[in-house]
């Protein structure tokens, strides 16, 4: 994702569906992390992976969905964050 130019500007719609379905493409039990995102993109996409209602608006009927993290640091930086080895 670009970094925001504007502190004003947001996500666009087709972009929030796009990151919601790279969500529901993973399994309930990982986690999928967003890396080098500018701060304003990292609370609009946490606000929106922590509401997560149905087409009719509820949540009520929800499958669970993968866990998802919006971040601001770059995804080399996470991993060593992590103690991931970064040759794997």
């Known amino acids: 994702m670009e970094e925001d130019d504007?502190?004003?500007?947001?996500?666009?719609?087709?972009?929030?569906?796009?990151?919601?379905?790279?969500?529901?493409?993973?399994?309930p039990k990982?986690?999928?992390?967003?890396?080098h995102l500018s701060?304003?993109?990292?609370?609009?996409?946490?606000?929106?992976f922590s509401s997560r209602p149905d087409s009719d608006g509820s949540s009520k009927n929800a499958e669970p969905k993968a866990q998802a993290f919006a971040r601001s640091e770059s995804v080399l930086e996470l991993?060593?964050?992590?103690?991931?080895p970064l040759d794997e």
């Open 6 to 27: 504007e502190p004003s500007k947001t996500i666009p719609k087709w972009v929030e569906l796009e990151y919601k379905h790279m969500q529901d493409l993973a399994r």
């Open 30 to 35: 990982f986690e999928v992390h967003f890396t």
């Open 39 to 48: 701060q304003k993109s990292c609370s609009t996409l946490q606000n929106l």
């Open 79 to 84: 991993m060593k964050a992590r103690n991931v």
